[in-house]
């Protein structure tokens, strides 16, 4: 039985990453039958909404879905179609490893971190109040009212909301994760002694569950100083669990200590539902060009073989892509040290791999 998968290629470079990683996961002799949503401008501009329902419906059905990066509009226009899928799916755990390999011109060796990263609440609850608005003026009221502090009258607010259900929630998954895969710390990063009733609340409940895990490390760090350290001495991190702001901007950060971008991928789970996505974005000036560094989504598909049980494959591929990499011959502009040979293109790491994995199979 093939597996029945969502694919959602995206705009900007999306389609042709998609369409490069598609072909790879192919050759792996898995079977899928895929099914296309469209999402974004796109679908905006064809059925008047950027996430039509028929997208959820499909992924809901499927339970798995392989996403290319969507691009946002910034200030005005609609909310972000990657927020909005993970809160109406309640993809509550952002998972991204961050993992060096040999090849990859980096400072740093031996990185393999993975980012737990709370996906719901924080700052990307999606409650927001424009400035000059009823909602800004009320909410100045308020809290003149209860905390007789006087807002400057041109404020716009962007409400940050962390409860205790899901940092226990996101606190517990990176736990698990971390006892199924063999890892030994847990690392929870927060803001606490400032933002003492949001991401107090995220402390203490990482504490808490902590208590529940006797065999595996725990350590709390506040995020400026886990900031510093992990540019330092990123070795000394394995799994970081993180509210959603700081995890997002974490998760960029580490993919940079291995190599940048092109090499970070991720996932978004759920109770039964999971959604594999690279951790970059749609880079639009880069669109089209046939150019970019597919990998970030084939290692994301890598994941999703691990999640669908087919381990044996995903190691092959994974295997594959670490090789590619490490020889050197068949990467993009992005992880060129030589510049003596011209870097591949896109289709060109799937052609690459796709004969690797002809190999494998011989
Ligand atoms: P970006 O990740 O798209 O690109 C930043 C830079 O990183 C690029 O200019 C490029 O130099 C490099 N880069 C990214 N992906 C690469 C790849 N595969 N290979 C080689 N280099 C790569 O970030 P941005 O420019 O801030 O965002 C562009 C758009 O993407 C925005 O609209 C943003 O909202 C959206 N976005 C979407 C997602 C998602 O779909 N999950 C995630 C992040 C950003």
Same mark, same amino acid.
């Not at 510049?339 to 791999?353: C, F, H, I, M, N």
């Given at each position: 039985?093939?597996?029945?998968?969502?694919?959602?290629?995206?705009?900007?470079?999306?389609?042709?990453?998609?369409?490069?990683?598609?072909?790879?996961?192919?050759?792996?002799?898995?079977?899928?039958?895929?099914?296309?949503?469209?999402?974004?401008?796109?679908?905006?501009?064809?059925? +008047?909404?950027?996430?039509?329902?028929?997208? =959820?419906? @499909?992924?809901?059905?499927? *339970?798995?879905? /392989?996403?290319?990066?969507? $691009?946002?509009?910034?200030?005005?226009?609609?909310?972000?179609?990657?927020?909005?899928?993970?809160?109406?799916?309640?993809?509550?755990?952002?998972?991204?490893?961050?993992?060096?390999?040999?090849?990859?011109?980096?400072?740093?060796?031996?990185?393999?971190?993975?980012?737990?990263?709370?996906?719901?609440?924080?700052?990307?609850? +999606?409650?927001?109040?424009?400035?000059?608005? =009823?909602? @800004?003026?009320?909410?100045? *009221?308020?809290? /003149?009212?209860?905390?007789? $502090?006087?807002?400057?009258?041109?404020?716009?607010?962007?409400?940050?909301?962390?409860?205790?259900?899901?940092?226990?929630?996101?606190?517990?998954?990176?736990?698990?994760?971390?006892?199924?895969?063999?890892?030994?710390?847990?690392?929870?990063?927060?803001?606490?002694?400032?933002?003492?009733?949001?991401?107090?609340?995220?402390?203490?409940?990482?504490?808490?569950?902590?208590?529940?895990?006797?065999?595996?490390?725990?350590?709390?760090?506040?995020?400026?100083?886990?900031?510093?350290?992990?540019?330092?001495?990123?070795?000394?991190?394995?799994?970081?669990?993180?509210?959603?702001?700081?995890?997002?901007?974490?998760?960029?950060?580490?993919?940079?200590?291995?190599?940048?971008?092109?090499?970070?991928?991720?996932?978004?789970?759920?109770?039964?539902?999971?959604?594999?996505?690279?951790?970059?974005?749609?880079?639009?000036?880069?669109?089209?060009?046939?150019?970019?560094?597919?990998?970030?989504?084939?290692?994301?598909?890598?994941?999703?073989?691990?999640?669908?049980?087919?381990?044996?494959?995903?190691?092959?591929?994974?295997?594959?892509?670490?090789?590619?990499?490490?020889?050197?011959?068949?990467?993009?502009?992005?992880?060129?040290?030589?510049?003596?040979?011209?870097?591949?293109?896109?289709?060109?790491?799937?052609?690459?791999?796709?004969?690797?994995?002809?190999?494998?199979?011989?």
């Amino acid at each position: 039985m093939p597996y029945r998968v969502t694919l959602i290629p995206g705009d900007g470079i999306g389609p042709e990453i998609t369409e490069a990683t598609k072909r790879v996961l192919e050759a792996t002799g898995v079977k899928f039958e895929w099914e296309i949503g469209i999402v974004g401008q796109k679908a905006q501009d064809k059925f +008047g909404t950027p996430l039509p329902d028929e997208v =959820l419906e @499909s992924i809901k059905k499927n *339970k798995v879905a /392989l996403k290319g990066p969507v $691009t946002t509009p910034i200030g005005t226009g609609f909310r972000s179609v990657n927020v909005a899928l993970r809160q109406s799916l309640d993809l509550y755990a952002c998972l991204r490893p961050c993992k060096t390999y040999r090849g990859v011109p980096s400072p740093f060796k031996n990185v393999d971190i993975v980012i737990v990263r709370e996906n719901t609440e924080d700052l990307y609850s +999606g409650i927001e109040f424009a400035r000059d608005t =009823l909602g @800004s003026a009320s909410l100045a *009221k308020l809290i /003149l009212e209860t905390t007789n $502090t006087k807002v400057k009258e041109d404020s716009g607010f962007s409400i940050k909301v962390i409860s205790e259900t899901a940092s226990r929630r996101i606190v517990k998954f990176a736990f698990e994760y971390a006892r199924a895969n063999n890892r030994k710390k847990v690392t929870a990063a927060h803001k606490a002694n400032i933002l003492k009733f949001s991401d107090g609340i995220f402390l203490d409940a990482a504490r808490e569950v902590a208590k529940e895990y006797q065999n595996i490390e725990f350590e709390d760090v506040v995020i400026d100083a886990l900031c510093m350290r992990l540019v330092r001495n990123p070795q000394q991190y394995d799994v970081i669990v993180l509210p959603n702001l700081y995890g997002d901007i974490v998760s960029d950060l580490c993919a940079g200590l291995v190599g940048g971008l092109g090499l970070a991928p991720g996932a978004n789970i759920g109770d039964n539902i999971a959604v594999f996505e690279p951790t970059h974005g749609s880079a639009p000036k880069y669109a089209g060009q046939n150019k970019v560094n597919p990998i970030a989504m084939m290692l994301s598909s890598v994941m999703m073989l691990r999640y669908l049980s087919e381990i044996k494959i995903a190691n092959n591929l994974e295997k594959a892509i670490a090789d590619v990499i490490a020889e050197g011959k068949s990467i993009t502009y992005d992880l060129k040290t030589d510049r003596s040979q011209p870097a591949a293109t896109t289709s060109e790491v799937a052609d690459a791999l796709i004969e690797k994995l002809k190999r494998q199979g011989g």
